[in-house]
């Protein structure tokens, strides 16, 4: 039966090559089986060029029914892993019916691609973009290659950026006001606030702030919600009195933070909150959650 071993093996070596790989910028990508890689970073509306080698391994032809490269942009939940929905799909044939003997090089353009949505990577959900390079055989099944690329998004500041200001309390118990100096943020910004003690008949041990993220998946019935407490940063330690005020300055570069997704495609959402958390001396906690957008601002080298 060693006749067979070969059989299965690959017959030839496939290599995706972009045009300008060697000065793209290169970021890390976690893959689903937990390695990380280096892709090519690209934006929408770029040009996606390159070459691709087929190349037959020793005393090997390739009889194919066509090759063609696929640029996909694609959904995965992970409730329902192995099934994508393709929100971008282009194709290029890059050859016709017949054999390959030695190796052979196809160039690929796709123009100006749209690529509204950002490379992300959740809890339960992923958005990826690849190359998928397809060499369709009748029999042996197909020889697939895929080739994944990152895509990030900038935005401009924002025109109108409202500080927010907000009053919590308890009954003749506790009465704060607090203040953030905006409510958008870039990646690398600063939170810079002020929380006023107007009335405190409560015995406070001690306040965080806490940056939350909350990222919803699907629709209706079928909603998954995950929230993760990304950073917690302590405000105070001890008892505050009335008419004292606690500055708040908090750096969101250390953390690895997204941009706000809203509703991606109907598929998911990925929010963003500051999470005031008061705990009393009887372990009491009090919270308020004001929810912040998030953006990416482009990064000037």
């Known amino acids: 039966m060693n006749y067979l071993l070969g059989a299965f093996k690959p ?6 090559a972009f045009a300008d790989g060697k000065s793209r910028k290169q970021v890390p990508l976690k893959k689903e089986n937990g390695q990380t890689v280096m ?12 070459k691709i080698s087929i190349e ?27 099934n994508f929905y ?23 353009e796709f123009s100006t691609v749209e690529m509204p949505y950002e490379t992300y990577n959740g809890v339960n959900v992923r958005l990826r973009y690849v190359l998928k390079v397809t060499i369709s055989r009748g029999y042996g099944g197909s020889i697939v290659e895929y080739h994944d690329f990152m895509v990030r998004n900038y935005t401009p500041p ?8 907000m009053e919590v309390g308890i009954e003749d118990c506790l009465h704060i006001e607090f203040e953030y100096n905006k409510s958008k943020y870039h990646l690398k910004d600063v939170i810079i606030g002020k929380i006023y003690f107007l009335l405190v008949r409560i015995k406070i041990k001690n306040m965080d702030l806490e940056i939350r993220r909350r990222e919803s998946t699907g629709a ?35 953390y690895e933070l997204t941009p ?37 601002l482009q990064e000037t080298s």
């Open 11 to 16: 017959a030839c070596n496939v290599s995706i």
């Open 158 to 165: 924002p025109s109108i950026n409202n500080s927010i200001k």
């Open 56 to 82: 037959p391994f020793q005393g090997k032809k390739i009889e194919h029914n066509g090759v063609k490269v696929e640029l996909l942009g694609q959904i995965e939940m992970y409730f329902d892993r192995g």
């Open 39 to 50: 892709v090519p970073l690209f934006q929408s509306q770029e040009n996606i060029v390159g």
């Open 260 to 296: 706000t997704h809203r509703n991606i495609n109907n598929k998911f959402s990925v929010k963003y909150y500051l999470n005031l958390v008061l705990v009393d001396e009887e372990d009491r906690r009090y919270f308020k959650q004001q929810e912040i957008t998030i953006y990416r």
């Open 86 to 108: 393709d929100f971008t799909s282009l194709v290029r044939e890059l050859d016709v019916p017949g054999e390959i003997y030695e190796r052979k090089t196809y160039p690929f």
């Open 220 to 254: 209706g019935a079928n909603t998954h919600v995950e929230t993760e407490t990304l950073a917690k940063f302590e405000l105070m330690d001890g008892a505050p009195v009335r008419g004292e005020s606690i500055p708040i300055r908090l750096f969101l570069s250390p």
